[in-house]
């Protein structure tokens, strides 16, 4: 393969040979998507929408937006990420500038969300917090993160319950698919989990969840806290986002 590079003088007009190359061979803008069909796009390869700022990549020959899709986006070795129907809870911008969007479930319960392609996600996931005893506090609740392959389909969220007590200490697991952040108990046995938690940005400002109970209300979880003798616990939660 071979570079295609030109060295241009500045105030010397193209050639329109070359206004044509760059046109074909470059990226061209367009107002909407149903400019696609125009005529004059039959030689270009790329094009992007100023409307949602989507880039549409030739998949065949001829005129028409038939003949375009979005370009893939996703990551590399990993693939694209999933289409998801459902109406977003929130949507932030990140520091980056990449644009998100959230969908956050914190009912106890079951849930779901559609997936209407398949493929990435990312997630967090937090039981909820443990229950407490006259002498021990509740554990925090178990954390998963990171991103995850999905199927198409309804994909199953559960929210997990806070442990209440000695009797019923346990506290239910949170899930989204196959994906499990575990039940948590009472007891200050710190293999469970970290005591402040884990923070993360997957809303777009910090969120603490699965700590045990702090003073500083900075280190206390919001979800899958742990209760204390005289706190109750808070339940877990389920959190998704892709890019918009």
Request: hydrophobic content about 40%; aromatic content about 6%.
């Amino acid at each position: 393969m071979s570079l295609r590079w030109k060295n241009f003088v500045p105030n010397t007009p193209l050639k329109a040979a070359e206004v044509n190359d760059l046109a074909n061979n470059g990226c061209v803008q367009i107002d909407t998507a149903t400019d696609l069909d125009d005529p004059n796009l039959v030689d270009a390869n790329l094009a992007f929408d100023l409307a949602t700022s989507t880039l549409y990549q030739r998949q065949a020959a001829g005129v028409g937006a038939d003949k375009w899709k979005p370009a893939a986006a996703g990551l590399p070795g990993l693939g694209g990420w999933a289409d998801i129907s459902d109406t977003p809870t929130s949507t932030y911008t990140d520091t980056a500038g990449a644009k998100w969007n959230v969908w956050t479930f914190t009912a106890v319960g079951s849930h779901s969300l559609t997936i209407t392609k398949e493929g990435l996600i990312d997630i967090l996931i937090c039981s909820g917090g443990g229950g407490a005893t006259a002498s021990d506090a509740g554990q925090g609740g178990r954390v998963m993160d990171g991103v995850r392959p999905v199927p198409g389909g309804a994909l199953p969220i559960v929210v997990g319950h806070t442990g209440t007590g000695q009797v019923n200490g346990m506290s239910g697991a949170s899930s989204i698919g196959s994906v499990v952040a575990g039940p948590v108990s009472f007891g200050w046995g710190g293999a469970i989990n970290m005591d402040e938690g884990y923070t993360s940005m997957i809303t777009g400002t910090p969120l603490v969840v699965g700590s045990r109970f702090f003073a500083d209300p900075a280190k206390r979880a919001v979800y899958g806290l742990g209760a204390t003798p005289s706190t109750s616990a808070t339940a877990g939660v389920v959190i998704v986002r892709r890019p918009a």
